[in-house]
């Protein structure tokens, strides 16, 4: 963890070179520079510079992840097994643990208060929860397709970001509850201040998921585990911009930790109710029983899936109801995704063929080797996960990130980790307004081919030290 102060400063850096670098903006963007919070949206040739401020950021911080998570590679299986337990040796590394997850958690805050220290941001998502709990507050439905007639500043700024009517929201009921009382409760500081609070409530979430993961995840890999979630570059930021997938991944890790202390009804319960925030809480779901199977609590943990499935389905009942009536009104549109890259040479129909049987082929490569008790499956999974969101922004990081941690020490990890981080490209044609081919080529298929070669090479590094490790041990029976 020596290296992990670079994740600060590489924020902190960044930050400081933004500001700088914002000085010299052009006089076109001074209605940008006038909002609340300023989102760099086609920007030109200033975005760029903007973006790279941000690149270089994530970058320096990067070197200091990497090299945390290389350092906790845990070392357990070498411990002899007369020697775990309530043995000293047990307790002193249990507070080495410890020590470390305290690292972790205020590591991941210094990160994050620098990187609350840029001047602006890539996206607007924070404005449209502000909106959405300023409707609500006002007997609005943030799930209808309507023009919106209410005025206040923080209205005002919101529209001039997304529109009118804006957006339609595709978030849980629990989500826009806790945005509408962020807003009651700051909305008289400023329309500024609903925003900070947001952006700042993300960033405990994401502290708070180092802890949360330590006793989600076995002990072998706990401390690589918060390490892992809490101090990604990518996650960092997206907490710094606020966006509400952050609150996803610490829910769900809550649940996970009550399974894993012996609470698995209301652990799952838990996990199911995460869609109450957000949609991909259902993936997580669906998961925890399946990785209990093996375990004497898997019926309690299926039982709390279900009965979370079914609150969350009565909660959200009038919500999914007002969505399907504005379904005529939403479009499906890939935008720098593998499809987005592969409409343009073979066409929409074709291109989405071929992305099926992609997605197809790796969910199925991931479950065979899973099913032959290989955790690099883990990988395709993901990969078939990423291909299959027609528009992959960075902050989707956040719903791969423990999938990672559950294959430490496996080629998987690293080419998700890799698939994270180069996921700051996406950031590009929307801050500079270069939606060209070979940009939308890059985007869409540099996180992809990156992931895919760190596995291949991972693979290969790990065959070559096991035939070295066969050649010094030969096999004498």
Not at 434 to 453: E, G, K, Y
């Amino acid at each position: 963890m020596r290296l992990a102060f670079l994740v600060p400063l590489g924020f902190a850096a960044g930050a400081i070179a933004c500001r700088l670098l914002l000085l010299h903006a052009p006089a076109m963007f001074a209605v940008d520079r006038a909002q609340p919070l300023v989102v760099v949206t086609y920007w030109g040739s200033f975005g760029f510079t903007m973006w790279l401020a941000l690149f270089a950021a994530i970058a320096i911080a990067s070197v200091g992840y990497i090299a945390a998570l290389l350092s906790l590679s845990p070392r357990l299986a070498t411990v002899p097994a007369a020697a775990r337990g309530h043995s000293p040796f047990d307790k002193l590394r249990m507070t080495k643990l410890m020590m470390t997850s305290s690292a972790t958690m205020t590591t991941s805050g210094l990160a994050c208060g620098a990187a609350l220290f840029f001047p602006v941001v890539f996206s607007s998502d924070v404005y449209a929860y502000a909106g959405y709990g300023l409707m609500a507050l006002h007997g609005l439905n943030p799930y209808a397709h309507a023009a919106v007639t209410l005025r206040s500043p923080l209205m005002d700024a919101v529209l001039w970001q997304w529109g009118n009517p804006p957006p339609v929201c595709v978030y849980g009921p629990a989500f826009v509850w806790f945005a509408q009382a962020i807003v009651a409760i700051f909305a008289g500081f400023g329309p500024a201040a609903p925003l900070w609070a947001l952006r700042v409530g993300a960033c405990g979430a994401l502290v708070l998921c180092a802890p949360l993961a330590f006793a989600a995840f076995p002990e072998r890999t706990r401390a690589a585990a918060a390490a892992g979630i809490a101090l990604n570059p990518i996650a960092i930021w997206a907490a710094a911009e606020g966006h509400n997938d952050v609150y996803l991944v610490a829910i769900v890790l809550a649940g996970f930790a009550l399974i894993a202390r012996g609470r698995p009804l209301t652990g799952a319960a838990v996990v199911a109710l995460s869609a109450l925030v957000k949609a991909p809480g259902l993936l997580a779901a669906a998961a925890a029983p399946l990785m209990f199977a093996a375990s004497r609590s898997r019926s309690r943990v299926l039982a709390g899936s279900l009965v979370g499935f079914a609150a969350a389905a009565l909660i959200a009942w009038p919500a999914l109801l007002q969505l399907s009536r504005n379904a005529g009104h939403g479009s499906y549109f890939p935008q720098f995704s593998l499809q987005y890259a592969l409409n343009a040479a073979f066409g929409a129909s074709m291109a989405i063929a071929l992305t099926v049987a992609l997605v197809a082929a790796l969910a199925i490569g991931g479950c065979v080797l899973l099913w032959k008790e290989n955790r690099s499956g883990v990988a395709l999974l993901v990969l078939a996960l990423w291909i299959a969101i027609p528009n992959p922004y960075p902050w989707y990081a956040l719903w791969i990130l423990p999938a990672a941690l559950l294959a430490w020490e496996t080629p998987a990890t690293w080419a998700i980790v890799a698939l994270t981080l180069s996921s700051v490209l996406r950031y590009l044609p929307d801050a500079t307004t270069d939606v060209s081919r070979a940009i939308s080529a890059v985007v869409a298929t540099a996180p992809l081919a990156a992931a895919a070669c760190v596995f291949i090479w991972c693979t290969r590094r790990s065959h070559s030290i096991a035939r070295a490790l066969r050649v010094a041990r030969p096999d004498h029976s």
